[in-house]
């Protein structure tokens, strides 16, 4: 006998962002004990992988959106439940950190290819909240500031002018 996911749940009356209330690790998460190993998933792991590339796919068409988790899950056809888990099982970490680490990366090849654009902008492309919140998650992930990022991308750029003109 094989099992299958849970069938699709109707959302509740007021959906959860999957962009957090504001806080930067997201939406609270069930806690659990160190000594209990993971859950086991009755099915494949490569459909559990493919749960997770379907929300990859939808994070990547509404990144700067305000993204639903349950209409993430219903989009993709599975229960928000399910979709925890198989992020949970898959990478590690709940949707909205896949998400944030995301857009933080979408931030990176922003600045990197637009240093002219201000932070604001590029921070509001990117669907994400403030650029001072960005700023601290994206120094935690690259090892540098939003600010001296782009000085050096602006630096790269005015570089890169200067050697073509040397041609």
């Not at 699709?8 to 007021?14: C, F, G, I, T």
Request: with cysteine; glycine share 6%.
């Amino acid at each position: 006998m094989r099992l299958v996911p849970p069938p699709l749940v109707p959302p509740p009356l007021e959906a959860a962002s999957i962009n957090g209330p504001g806080d930067r690790h997201g939406p609270p998460r069930r806690r659990r004990r160190m000594e209990v190993a993971r859950p086991f998933l009755p099915v494949a792991p490569t459909q559990q992988l493919e749960v997770v590339n379907r929300a990859g796919h939808y994070f990547a068409h509404h990144f700067a959106e305000d993204i639903q988790l349950e209409v993430l899950a219903t989009s993709i056809g599975v229960s928000a439940e399910w979709l925890d888990l198989c992020f949970d099982h898959c990478r590690g970490k709940t949707p909205f950190q896949a998400l944030q680490h995301f857009r933080l990366s979408r931030l990176f090849e922003g600045i990197a290819e637009q240093p002219q654009t201000t932070l604001q902008q590029q921070v509001h492309r990117c669907g994400l909240a403030s650029v001072m919140a960005a700023n601290r998650l994206f120094e935690e992930l690259f090892g540098i500031g939003l600010a001296p990022f782009r000085r050096v991308c602006r630096q790269a750029a005015a570089d890169r002018q200067l050697h073509r003109h040397r041609r």
